[in-house]
């Protein structure tokens, strides 16, 4: 089944062209089931990629899916035009009376700041809580997910002496979560990051498992034993030229960086890079989406109770 998203969001032309069937809302109506409903809390600055990259991953998937995206209220984004959010967002307070199947909370760049020190911090942490109530299971990206396993469990995350960048590869630790059907032994992942979790502290929590684990990175996909929380602190939604981007603009700017590592062809940035992780993007989204669509009530308003 396609993905049902606004006929004028941006990310339909590109999903279109790369093949993701999209439906409009004449065709939905038509179908005799329920779509799921998905809400995106998009917290990074661009907010047309972020948007894309997710709608395509949801787009994949034999089930329709309804897509809502959503903005924190009191927080101006720079690098997405205001008639852009005026047309497609809206914000959780016009929300927060709605039951969701799903909801995904993405990472912002603002992982070094402590939590108490982001300027939206404070509605975030209420967003949390409503997800308890109104979400049958909820997905959690890179710095979104730090703070939510941070704010339901008190994982601490720590700074790190340089940045996690480039494409590592991943363990699969549990073969049998239906999170990790089809997936290999060992994948690549892109990372991009100044923090982190480490394995150690998820450990003490025994209704957290990790899923997915780097020898050099760490922990990277953490399940609870419930099935409702999934928190990934890695970047598996990335397009293939996503480290490129960040890796040119530091440079551009004079900035320090080193070349993303196991990412160009013999490590040279003049060479277009690869995608290796793509296929398992595709999986996981697959599978929650899978998994969120045999656990939920049919009846959207029984979420919660």
């Given at each position: 089944m396609p993905i049902r998203i606004p006929d004028r969001l941006p990310a339909r032309d590109t999903l279109v062209s790369e093949g993701v069937m999209v439906m409009?809302?004449?065709?939905?109506?038509?179908?005799?089931?329920?779509?799921?409903?998905?809400?995106?809390?998009?917290?990074?600055?661009?907010?047309?990629?972020?948007?894309?990259?997710?709608?395509?991953?949801?787009?994949?998937?034999?089930?329709?899916?309804?897509?809502?995206?959503?903005?924190?209220?009191?927080?101006?984004?720079?690098?997405?035009?205001?008639?852009?959010?005026?047309?497609?967002?809206?914000?959780?307070?016009?929300?927060?009376?709605?039951?969701?199947d799903g909801f995904i909370i993405t990472g912002a760049p603002i992982e070094t700041l402590p939590f108490e020190e982001v300027t939206y911090w404070q509605e975030l942490q209420q967003i949390l809580d409503w997800t308890a109530t109104h979400v049958h299971s909820s997905f959690f990206i890179c710095w979104g997910a730090m703070a939510a396993i941070n704010h339901f469990h008190g994982v601490p995350k720590y700074t790190l002496e340089k940045k996690a960048f480039g494409v590592y590869r991943h363990r699969n630790l549990n073969p049998a979560s239906p999170y990790l059907a089809g997936f290999s032994d060992d994948f690549s992942i892109p990372v991009s990051r100044w923090t982190e979790m480490r394995s150690d502290d998820v450990r003490k929590h025994g209704e957290l498992e990790i899923l997915m684990e780097s020898d050099i990175t760490g922990p990277c996909l953490i399940a609870e034993q419930t099935g409702r929380r999934l928190y990934i602190f890695n970047h598996i939604e990335y397009d293939s030229t996503s480290l490129k981007e960040e890796y040119d603009r530091d440079v551009a700017a004079n900035v320090p960086i080193e070349i993303p590592h196991n990412y160009y062809p013999a490590d040279n940035p003049k060479m277009p890079p690869q995608n290796r992780w793509r296929s398992h993007a595709h999986l996981l989204f697959g599978n929650w989406i899978n998994q969120t669509y045999q656990t939920t009530p049919f009846d959207l308003e029984k979420i919660g109770e």
């Open positions: 409009d809302e004449t065709h939905a109506v038509r179908q005799d089931i329920r779509p799921l409903h998905i809400g995106l809390l998009n917290l990074m600055p661009n907010k047309i990629r972020t948007e894309t990259q997710i709608a395509r991953l949801l787009g994949s998937s034999p089930l329709q899916v309804e897509l809502t995206l959503v903005r924190i209220g009191g927080h101006k984004a720079k690098n997405t035009p205001e008639e852009h959010l005026i047309d497609f967002y809206h914000t959780w307070d016009e929300v927060r009376d709605r039951k969701f």
